[in-house]
């Protein structure tokens, strides 16, 4: 039995259109490394550094995507922090070297716990319209914050 040019080609295109489906739901892995920090009134906080995609590490100082998560870092649950907060006091996202007050859209940690390994997702809309999307994992910095100074 032989198939048809056109029944091969239709079931090519099926496989590039579920293929295509798959990768747009599991965006490219970054690295991430992850600090304790302080929030703009002294509080608890944590940053996340996130590399590009594919990277195998990510350079802390001046990373592809900086998040700063204005709470404490012993989230045992999955949570999601959205951008912007309606109260001001969930933190900032800096994205390409410069900061966005106005990105959109959300943050999501399986767990960040300090010394456990950091898993998360991210996406955001910044103010020109581009969507960043993505995944990161990574490790948490001994480096310890001395707040409220």
Known sequence: MTSSPVAVAAGAL???ALTA????????LSPAVAWRDCAPWDG?????????PGQ????????WLRIAIWHDA??????????PDTDGKTGAVQYGGNAFPSVTGTVRFAR????????????FVAPD????????????SPDVAVCGR
Do not use: C, M, N
């Open 74 to 83: 012993s989230i045992q649950d999955p949570v999601t922090y959205r951008f």
């Open 21 to 28: 489906s798959l990768l747009a739901e599991q965006p490219a």
């Open 14 to 16: 099926a496989v590039a």
């Open 56 to 63: 195998k590490d990510v350079d802390r100082a001046q990373p």
């Open 112 to 123: 960040a716990v300090f010394g456990d390994d950091l898993d998360g997702s991210f996406a």
């Open 129 to 140: 319209g581009q969507k960043i999307v993505g995944r990161f994992h990574g490790r948490w």
């Open 44 to 52: 608890a906080a944590f940053t996340v550094a996130v590399g590009r």
